[in-house]
């Protein structure tokens, strides 16, 4: 049997692999406190749930239309209008089962060889690996170089090329919990409007946790980038919905078509009654979320303060989001050997930085949604741990 040679060039994400070696463990008895998730630990509001139920028992059994129920899209408009006061017609939002085939989507779209694509190292593992997967060159840009990781434009605009098809962003930023301001996502637009043949995909699935009332800076905000800009957004995180499989996309009005064939061609629809629960999601107060970023920026200064008391720990505090990726280059180990021990020594969960490209070798991602107990207790073993 002989497959396509370009399936081998597919990356993976490996905190599935730590999810699975967490369960075996705990399977045999060990207690192991996860903090390798890529997902919060909160649940999504009650009246999400019952609008799900409501409508399968109304008989939301069958298919929907390929890009997602009218009302749905319709749902998705009006809440990008009352957030960041844009208009962006029903036709361009694609209602998919998650935010990832967006992603797959819109790099299949655009890589194939001898053309190249931009994104972020450290970055989400999938870029690297639908880049390969297309045949395309993939660039990264190294944000272990910036201050906070954050997103340097010059830095991104310097690696575009003749070559350069895609770019892709992430803000906020996963796995560093970085946020970039307004100011140099204004300095990146105004940039990419000198390359009007170079796409763009803003990945903004964490848009809505950003702390200290921070404002929001989504490519929404330049309608002049339209005809190239894909925003990748969803329910996972901000509902804590990941396991819904619910997202959604605003493309290109020329590539709509195209991509309602590729829905068509792959998932064609999305689970139907969970889309009402996705209206319903929109529709409701914020509250919500308001208090789920609360909670989490009181986690994430308990995280901090806690690991600013271990030795050779070095970190940027997270500004959204619920990862914070230190350096443990001070513990005499790199992030592989540092991830390691905590599973198997410390019995915590987390992920090495190369899980997410190769310039994070001496960084760790954890997880800070979890309970205050688990982060002391996590904190405590690693502390041990190292002494
Ligand atoms: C940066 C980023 N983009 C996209 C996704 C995919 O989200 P979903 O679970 O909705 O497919 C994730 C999930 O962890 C992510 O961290």
């Known amino acids: 049997m002989k497959i396509a040679k370009n399936v081998s060039k597919l990356g993976t994400e490996l905190v599935y692999d730590i999810f699975a070696k967490t369960k075996k463990l705990q399977a045999e008895g060990k207690k192991i406190i996860d903090l390798s998730l890529g997902q919060s630990a909160e ?27 009218i009302e749905c899209r319709e749902a998705v408009s009006r809440k990008i209008k ?10 361009r939002i694609f209602i998919m089962p998650g935010g990832k085939p967006t992603m797959h989507y ?27 997967y297309t045949g395309a060159k993939a660039i990264p840009y190294n944000l272990t170089k910036n201050k906070d990781f954050k997103i340097n434009a010059d830095q991104i605009l310097s690696l575009i090329n003749k070559k350069t098809r895609l770019l ?104 139907a009654a969970i889309q009402y629960g996705a209206i319903a999601a929109l529709d409701g107060p914020d ?3 308001h208090a789920m970023v609360k909670k989490f920026i009181s986690r994430r200064n308990l995280i901090v303060e806690g690991l600013k008391k271990i030795q050779g720990i070095e970190f940027s505090e997270p500004k959204s ?18 991830a390691d021990k905590c599973l198997n020594e410390a019995g915590v969960a987390l992920i090495q930085g190369t899980a997410f490209g190769k310039f994070a070798k001496n960084n760790v991602r954890l997880n800070f949604t979890t309970s205050e107990e688990n982060i002391n207790n996590a904190l405590e073993k690693i502390t041990k741990m190292l002494n």
């Open 82 to 91: 009352s957030l960041y006061n844009v208009n962006i017609s029903p036709e």
């Open 321 to 338: 989001g619920f990862f914070i990726f230190p350096d443990v280059k001070g513990t005499g180990m790199n992030g592989d050997e540092f």
């Open 43 to 69: 649940n999504p509001p009650g009246y999400v749930i019952e609008a799900t139920i409501k409508a399968l028992k109304d008989g939301s059994n069958g298919y929907t239309v390929p890009n997602g129920i």
């Open 106 to 132: 819109a790099i299949s779209f655009f890589g194939e060889p001898g053309v190249e694509i931009i994104y972020p190292d450290p970055g989400f593992p999938i870029y690297e690996s639908m880049i390969n």
């Open 168 to 271: 892709i962003v992430n803000n906020p930023h996963n796995p560093t919990g970085s946020f970039t301001e307004k100011k140099e996502i204004d300095k990146l637009a105004n940039g990419l409007l000198n390359v009007p043949n170079v796409a763009l995909l803003s990945d903004e699935i964490y848009g809505r946790l950003v702390f200290e009332k921070k404002e929001f800076p989504t490519f929404l905000n330049y309608p002049d980038l339209y005809d190239r800009l894909i925003i990748l957004d969803g329910w996972s995180k901000t509902y804590a919905m990941t396991g819904w499989r619910l997202g959604w996309g605003v493309w290109p009005e020329k590539l709509v078509n195209h991509l309602f064939k590729f829905c068509v061609n792959n998932h064609s629809c999305v689970n």
């Open 287 to 289: 509250d919500s979320i």
